[in-house]
């Protein structure tokens, strides 16, 4: 019987085709990962909001929803949806240090192996200082 975990046969992959793939899709969820969580820790136009300013509005609009017409009420209710929404994130926050840290371990190999430029990764709010931990060069 053949070795089948490095030669590819006709009913499979090789063992090592799989592990490629695998690290392909474990480096792609981690700078999936690292990329919303840098995304949502981003900061926003405007005052920043806390949580006693959403609790505060969040009971001025049910004060606002007894007395409201229907277009009024709708626009009401999806605000308390999304304050209630933002104030769910504000007490988990995305965790962006171990996210990062995560993406400093495969960054470079990614890079490569996606060609994805410095230049790229900086565009879309990649830190230089994450970079140079994760040894991505300015030029592949």
Do not use: C
Not at 97 to 125: K, L
């Amino acid at each position: 019987m053949a070795n089948r975990s490095s030669s590819n046969t006709k009913n499979g992959m090789s063992d090592e085709h799989k592990a490629a793939l695998a690290q392909g899709r474990h480096e792609s969820r981690v700078v999936r990962d690292y990329l919303e969580a840098l995304r949502s820790s981003k900061p926003k136009r405007g005052r920043k909001r806390t949580a006693e300013s959403i609790q505060k509005r969040l009971a001025k609009i049910e004060s606002e929803l007894a007395a409201a017409d229907p277009l009024t009420e709708l626009l009401l209710l999806q605000e308390r949806r999304d304050l209630q929404d933002e104030f769910e994130a504000l007490g988990s926050g995305a965790d962006v240090n171990a996210a990062e840290d995560e993406f400093v371990a495969v960054a470079r190999s990614y890079s490569q192996r996606r060609h994805i430029s410095y230049a790229t990764w900086r565009e879309i709010g990649v830190d230089a200082a994450v970079l140079k931990r994760a040894g991505v060069p300015r030029s592949l």
